[in-house]
C-alpha cells in the first residue's frame, strides 16, 4: 500500500463550515547504502475523499493540500491525471501547481459517477520526477435528490371472485436511483385508495417492501363488483417509507375479478312448446331460453342442452346459438308419432365451481306437435338396374318401376309418366309402371355411356296439393356381335417396285366389345382375279395384316384394292372395305419422289409438261411487269419539267387544224423575229425617247437565277421572289408603266408601233407631262412633241 503523513483529518468541506484543509504528504523514500538499510517509519494509508453531490459552492471549492518533503530544497510543481482530470468528464477536478492545492470545480452527481481514482504527481522545474505518484480516491456522498419511479403508471392484474383472504393478486415494483444501501435509495409502498369500496373499502393489502398486492378479506364477487374491476392507487415513498423526509410517487393497479363458474344456467319456463311439419328436418321446431349471470360468451356462460328422456331413438338435437345461448330443438328424424314429450336438461361447459349447487331451474319439459302433410311419392329403388342384351325388339317389357306413398293416413293414387328418355326408347304404364320398349335398344348407341342407357321417370299422387318424386332407371346392354369390322385406314400409297420392307400396314375398327372384336382375318376377294394377281395380304397379329405387291413391278397409279374383314364373334361377321393405294417411284430411301406423287395422282407426262410451261409463262410476265416498272420510274426521275415533254409548248408551235388559204398563208417572213445582230441603232437614240419593247440599257438589277427544273412546290416561292425584286429595283418604272418581266432579245428589225398616232376628233397638248416628273416621261415622250415624231 502506499503510505503518506496525515497531519489533520479528513472532512468534507461545505460553505457554511470552512475547516483546515487535509494535508497530503507523499511518501518518503527509503534510503539505499551499499552497507546499511535502514527501515523508516510506517506510513499512514490515505484515506479517501468524500465530497457530497449537488454542492452548491462556491466553485472552486478546494478539497485538500498535497505536499513534498523535499519543497524546503527545491520548486515542486504538483499536477493530478485520471477521470475528472485530464480525461473525460475533463476539468471536473484541478490542482494549484505551486501551492498543490486540490479542487473540485463543480456540482458533482452521484447517480452519473459515484467515485473518481485520480493521481497526484510531483515534479521540479526540469520536469523531472522527485516523488513517486499517490493515489487519491474521491467518493461522491449520496444526497435524497431522486423520487421513486414506476416502470408503468397503470399495472393491471386478476384475481378470481371468491378468493380467499391472502391470495397473492400482483406485483408492483418502484425504482430508486440513489444509493439504496442508505435511507435515499430503500423504498416504501402503501395503499392510498379503493375503488369501488364494496364489499368493504380495504379488500385489499400491499406488502410495503416487496410490493406485493393480496387479498385481506373474502366477498370478492365479479356480479357484484360491476363491471368486475378494482381500482388501487400505489404510493413508493424513499427514506424507507419516511413521509416527512422522504421523496413519493404513485402508480395506479387494476385488478379484474375473473369469472368463475357460480353461477347455474337456469331457464325461463318449465315447459316449452313447439310443432313441425312431418319429415321436415334440419328446422328450428322450439326455441329453449336460458338465463347466466357467469361471463358472457365464456365456457361459464355457454350452455349446453341434453334430452334426457322422451327421444331413445334420437330423433331430435339441441343446438346452442352462439351469441343468445338459446336451444334450438332440431329434428334430424322421424318414425310415425304425432307428438313429442321431451325432457331437457341445461349445464354450462366449464362444471359448477366447488360448493355451488346446480338449479331447479336447469329443467324443463318440450312438447312437439307433429303436422301431418302430403308427402311425395318415392321409389324404393333409386337408381333402379336391370340387364339386358342389346337388339331387344320394340314392345318388350323390361320392368315394373313403381313407386310408394309414405302418406299411410291417406288413401291415394299414384300416376307415371315419362320425364327424360334421351333416345325415346322406353314408355312407362301410367297407372302400374310398367317400362316396354318402344324401338331397339343399340348399344353403340350415343346415348348409351360404359354400355348403361338411363331414363327417369316421374311419380305424382292426387293428394292436395300433388306431390312428386322421381327415379332413375338404368339398363345395362349386353353386346352382340350386331357390327361388321371396318378397315383402316382409307388411303395409303406403296413403291411401285417391290421391297421386301415395303408394304402397308392395316387393320380394322369395331364398335362392338369383346368378345365380338379382334382377332380379325384379313383376306383378298378371288374376284377380280387380278386382285390376287397383283397384290397379297400377310399376317401380322390377331389385329393388324401388311399389304403388298405380289409382283415384282406395277404401274403407278391409283388402285382401289378390296380386302374382306371378318370378326371374332359369334356368328362372326365381314365386311368387304376398299382400300385407295397410290403406287410411285420412289427414291433411295423407299419415299415416293414428287414426278412419281403427281404420276400415280393420274397425270400424264403431256400434262406435267403443259403445267410447267404455264409457270414459265407466268414467271415471265412477272419479270416484265417488273422491268417495265423500273423503267417508268427511271423516267419519271430524269424529267426535266413539271409536264410531260410531247405536251410542253414553250416554244413550239401548235397546229390547230385550222383551213387556212392555202400555201399562200403560210408564207412568213421569220426574219422579223429574230435578234439583230447589232444594238447601235438602239443605244444611239437621244435620251428621252424609247420604244417599250426595247431591252432598257441602263444597269438593270440582279434577278433571282430561275432554276432549270423548278419542284412544283417551289414555284410559289420563285413568283415571290420575282415579285419582291421588281419592288426593290430602284430602276424600275413606276407602277402605272409598262413592265418588262422577261427579256426576249436584244432588238428587232421591225418597227415601233409607238409611231403609230392614235385617230382623234381633236388636237390635244400633252406637252404638261414633263413637268409631272420622272414617273410620267414615257407619257411625255409617247404623246408629247408631235411634230418632232
Known amino acids: 500500500l502506499l503510505r503518506a503523513h496525515v497531519h489533520t483529518h479528513m472532512y468534507a468541506p461545505s460553505p457554511e463550515f470552512q475547516a483546515p484543509p487535509t494535508v497530503i504528504m507523499f511518501p518518503r523514500q527509503r534510503e539505499m547504502s551499499s552497507k546499511v538499510l535502514r527501515r523508516q517509519k510506517r506510513d499512514w494509508v490515505i484515506p479517501p475523499i468524500n465530497v457530497p453531490e449537488n454542492s452548491r459552492g462556491p466553485f472552486p471549492q478546494m478539497l485538500v493540500s498535497i505536499r513534498s518533503d523535499q519543497d524546503r530544497n527545491i520548486s515542486i510543481r504538483y499536477s493530478i491525471t485520471g477521470v475528472g482530470a485530464d480525461q473525460p468528464p475533463n476539468e471536473v477536478f484541478s490542482i494549484d501547481p505551486v501551492a498543490g492545492k486540490m479542487f473540485v470545480t463543480k456540482p458533482l452527481d452521484r447517480e452519473r459517477r459515484s467515485s473518481y481514482h485520480l493521481r497526484a504527481?510531483?515534479?521540479?522545474?526540469?520536469?523531472?520526477?522527485?516523488?513517486?505518484?499517490?493515489?487519491?480516491?474521491?467518493?461522491?456522498?449520496?444526497?435524497?435528490?431522486?423520487?421513486?419511479?414506476?416502470?408503468?403508471?397503470?399495472?393491471?392484474?386478476?384475481?378470481?371472485?371468491?378468493?380467499?383472504?391472502?391470495?397473492?393478486?400482483?406485483?408492483?415494483?418502484?425504482?430508486?436511483?440513489?444509493?439504496?444501501?442508505?435511507?435515499?435509495?430503500?423504498?416504501?409502498?402503501?395503499?392510498?385508495?379503493?375503488?369501488?369500496?364494496?364489499?368493504?373499502?380495504?379488500?385489499?393489502?400491499?406488502?410495503?417492501?416487496?410490493?406485493?398486492?393480496?387479498?385481506?378479506?373474502?366477498?370478492?364477487?365479479?356480479?357484484?363488483?360491476?363491471?368486475?374491476?378494482?381500482?388501487?392507487?400505489?404510493?413508493?415513498?424513499?427514506?424507507?417509507?419516511?413521509?416527512?423526509?422522504?421523496?413519493?410517487?404513485?402508480?395506479?393497479?387494476?385488478?379484474?375479478?375473473?369469472?368463475?363458474?357460480?353461477?347455474?344456467?337456469?331457464?325461463?319456463?318449465?315447459?316449452?312448446?313447439?310443432?313441425?311439419?312431418?319429415?321436415?328436418?334440419?328446422?328450428?321446431?322450439?326455441?329453449?331460453?336460458?338465463?347466466?349471470?357467469?361471463?358472457?360468451?365464456?365456457?361459464?356462460?355457454?350452455?349446453?342442452?341434453?334430452?334426457?328422456?322422451?327421444?331413445?331413438?334420437?330423433?331430435?338435437?339441441?343446438?346452442?346459438?352462439?351469441?343468445?345461448?338459446?336451444?334450438?330443438?332440431?329434428?334430424?328424424?322421424?318414425?310415425?308419432?304425432r307428438a313429442f314429450m321431451l325432457t331437457v336438461v341445461v349445464n354450462n361447459q366449464a362444471p359448477l365451481a366447488s360448493g355451488i349447487q346446480s338449479s331447479l331451474q336447469s329443467t324443463s319439459g318440450v312438447t312437439i306437435s307433429v303436422v301431418d302433410i302430403n308427402e311425395p311419392p318415392y321409389f324404393p329403388t333409386n337408381p333402379k338396374s336391370i340387364r339386358f342384351e342389346e337388339g331387344v325388339p320394340a314392345g318388350t317389357s323390361l320392368t315394373t318401376f313403381s313407386a310408394s306413398d309414405p302418406d299411410r293416413f291417406m288413401q291415394q293414387s299414384i300416376r307415371y309418366s315419362k320425364l327424360a328418355d334421351p333416345a325415346d326408347w322406353l314408355s312407362i304404364n301410367n297407372t302400374n309402371g310398367q317400362i316396354i320398349t318402344t324401338a331397339t335398344l343399340d348399344r353403340e348407341s350415343i346415348y348409351v355411356k360404359n354400355n348403361i342407357y338411363e331414363a327417369t321417370f316421374l311419380a305424382v299422387d292426387n293428394g292436395s296439393p300433388m306431390a312428386s318424386g322421381t327415379g332413375t332407371l338404368q339398363i345395362y346392354l349386353i353386346d352382340v356381335n350386331d357390327n361388321a369390322p371396318s378397315l383402316l385406314p382409307r388411303e395409303s400409297q406403296i413403291c411401285e417396285r417391290i421391297n421386301r420392307n415395303a408394304g402397308i400396314n392395316i387393320t380394322a375398327a369395331d364398335t362392338d366389345t369383346d368378345p365380338n372384336v379382334g382377332p380379325f382375318v384379313f383376306e383378298l376377294p378371288t374376284f377380280p382375279a387380278s386382285i390376287r394377281r397383283n397384290w397379297t395380304v400377310s399376317r401380322l397379329n390377331g389385329d393388324y395384316a401388311r399389304l403388298s405387291l405380289r409382283t415384282q413391278y406395277l404401274e403407278p397409279g391409283v388402285y382401289e384394292v378390296p380386302v374382306i374383314v371378318t370378326d371374332s364373334g359369334n356368328p362372326p361377321l365381314s365386311n368387304r372395305s376398299i382400300i385407295k393405294v397410290k403406287v410411285c417411284p420412289c427414291d433411295e430411301n423407299g419415299d415416293c419422289t414428287l414426278v412419281g406423287a403427281v404420276a400415280a395422282a393420274g397425270l400424264g407426262t403431256g400434262a406435267i409438261i403443259a403445267i410447267l410451261i404455264c409457270i414459265i409463262i407466268l414467271l415471265s410476265m412477272v419479270l416484265v411487269f417488273v422491268l417495265w416498272m423500273k423503267?417508268?420510274?427511271k423516267e419519271r426521275?430524269?424529267?426535266?419539267?413539271?409536264?410531260?415533254?410531247?405536251?410542253?409548248?414553250?416554244?413550239?408551235?401548235?397546229?390547230?387544224?385550222?383551213?387556212?388559204?392555202?400555201?399562200?398563208?403560210?408564207?412568213?417572213?421569220?426574219?422579223?423575229?429574230?435578234?439583230?445582230?447589232?444594238?447601235?441603232?438602239?443605244?444611239?437614240?437621244?435620251?428621252?425617247?424609247?420604244?417599250?419593247?426595247?431591252?432598257?440599257?441602263?444597269?438593270?438589277?440582279?434577278?433571282?437565277?430561275?432554276?432549270?427544273?423548278?419542284?412544283?412546290?417551289?414555284?410559289?416561292?420563285?413568283?415571290?421572289?420575282?415579285?419582291?425584286?421588281?419592288?426593290?429595283?430602284?430602276?424600275?418604272?413606276?407602277?402605272?408603266?409598262?413592265?418588262?418581266?422577261?427579256?426576249?432579245?436584244?432588238?428587232?428589225?421591225?418597227?415601233?408601233?409607238?409611231?403609230?398616232?392614235?385617230?382623234?376628233?381633236?388636237?390635244?397638248?400633252?406637252?404638261?407631262?414633263?413637268?409631272?416628273?420622272?414617273?410620267?416621261?414615257?407619257?411625255?415622250?409617247?404623246?408629247?412633241?408631235?411634230?418632232?415624231?
Open 121 to 337: 504527481h510531483a515534479v521540479n522545474m526540469n520536469g523531472e520526477r522527485v516523488e513517486s505518484p499517490i493515489d487519491l480516491y474521491i467518493y461522491v456522498i449520496d444526497m435524497n435528490d431522486n423520487r421513486p419511479e414506476f416502470k408503468n403508471q397503470v399495472y393491471n392484474g386478476s384475481v378470481d371472485e371468491g378468493s380467499k383472504p391472502g391470495t397473492f393478486v400482483m406485483h408492483l415494483a418502484a425504482f430508486d436511483n440513489d444509493d439504496n444501501t442508505t435511507a435515499n435509495g430503500m423504498v416504501r409502498y402503501r395503499i392510498l385508495s379503493q375503488t369501488p369500496h364494496s364489499p368493504i373499502p380495504n379488500m385489499f393489502t400491499i406488502n410495503s417492501e416487496t410490493g406485493d398486492i393480496v387479498t385481506v378479506a373474502a366477498g370478492l364477487d365479479r356480479e357484484v363488483s360491476n363491471p368486475g374491476n378494482y381500482s388501487i392507487i400505489v404510493q413508493a415513498t424513499d427514506m424507507e417509507g419516511n413521509l416527512n423526509f422522504g421523496l413519493s410517487n404513485t402508480a395506479t393497479a387494476i385488478i379484474s375479478v375473473t369469472d368463475i363458474n357460480d353461477n347455474p344456467p337456469e331457464l325461463t319456463s318449465r315447459t316449452f312448446s313447439g310443432e313441425v311439419p312431418e319429415n321436415r328436418v334440419n328446422v328450428v321446431v322450439a326455441n329453449l331460453t336460458v338465463i347466466d349471470r357467469d361471463q358472457p360468451h365464456s365456457p361459464n356462460w355457454n350452455a349446453v342442452y341434453r334430452i334426457i328422456s322422451g327421444d331413445p331413438i334420437g330423433h331430435f338435437t339441441i343446438i346452442t346459438d352462439q351469441h343468445t345461448n338459446d336451444g334450438m330443438v332440431t329434428p334430424v328424424d322421424f318414425e310415425q308419432n
Open 637 to 789: 426521275q430524269t424529267k426535266q419539267l413539271l409536264i410531260d415533254p410531247e405536251d410542253d409548248v414553250r416554244d413550239n408551235i401548235l397546229k390547230y387544224d385550222e383551213e387556212g388559204g392555202g400555201e399562200e398563208d403560210q408564207d412568213y417572213d421569220l426574219s422579223q423575229l429574230q435578234q439583230p445582230d447589232s444594238l447601235e441603232h438602239i443605244i444611239s437614240k437621244p435620251p428621252g425617247v424609247r420604244r417599250v419593247d426595247e431591252r432598257p440599257i441602263i444597269p438593270e438589277s440582279q434577278y433571282p437565277i430561275r432554276p432549270v427544273v423548278p419542284h412544283p412546290g417551289d414555284i410559289g416561292d420563285f413568283i415571290n421572289e420575282g415579285l419582291r425584286a421588281a419592288d426593290n429595283d430602284p430602276t424600275a418604272p413606276p407602277y402605272d408603266s409598262l413592265l418588262v418581266f422577261d427579256y426576249e432579245g436584244s432588238g428587232s428589225t421591225v418597227g415601233s408601233v409607238s409611231s403609230l398616232n392614235s385617230s382623234s376628233t381633236g388636237d390635244q397638248d400633252y406637252d404638261y407631262l414633263n413637268d409631272w416628273g420622272p414617273r410620267f416621261k414615257k407619257l411625255a415622250d409617247m404623246y408629247g412633241g408631235g411634230d418632232d415624231e
Open 631 to 633: 423503267r417508268r420510274e
